[in-house]
């Protein structure tokens, strides 16, 4: 089992930026895909990002793409989310989730992750 502590949420007006950090601990860390997903208040949770075990591969939801990019530390058991010009709508809960292998056939499913940590806040202010 994967355990993950997601940290780097906040306020932070329009137009800004913050960096999530996830640390996992557990399982071997570089042989598994890492995601990043999202849920404001009444809503679904939804993909933003995900990274294959090398960080090779890189795949990112419509809304974030060009703003946001995920990379990882094998070295250092942690993956992260550079966010750049956040907008309000960028407001939820950041979740980390560690996927089944090394390598996801979807990213954005949530059923290819099987450990999830607790969350981080963010906060965009207009």
């Known amino acids: 089992q994967v355990q993950l502590v997601e940290s780097g949420g906040g306020l932070v007006q329009a137009g800004g930026s913050l960096r999530l950090s996830c640390a996992a601990s557990?399982?071997?860390?570089?042989?598994?895909?890492m995601g990043w997903f999202r849920q404001a208040p009444g809503k679904e949770r939804e993909f933003v990002a995900g990274?294959?075990?090398?960080?090779?591969?890189?795949y990112y939801a419509d809304s974030v793409k060009g703003r946001f990019t995920v990379s990882r530390d094998n070295a250092k058991n942690t993956v992260y989310l550079q966010m750049n010009s956040l907008k309000p709508e960028d407001t939820a809960g950041y979740y980390c989730?560690?996927?089944?292998?090394?390598?996801?056939?979807?990213?954005?499913?949530?059923?290819?992750?099987?450990?999830w940590g607790q969350g981080t806040q963010v906060t965009v202010s207009s």
């Open positions: 989730a560690a996927g089944v292998g090394p390598v996801l056939s979807n990213y954005a499913s949530r059923y290819a992750y099987n450990s």
């Open positions: 557990g399982r071997t860390f570089s042989t598994y895909a």
């Open positions: 990274i294959s075990w090398s960080g090779s591969g890189t």
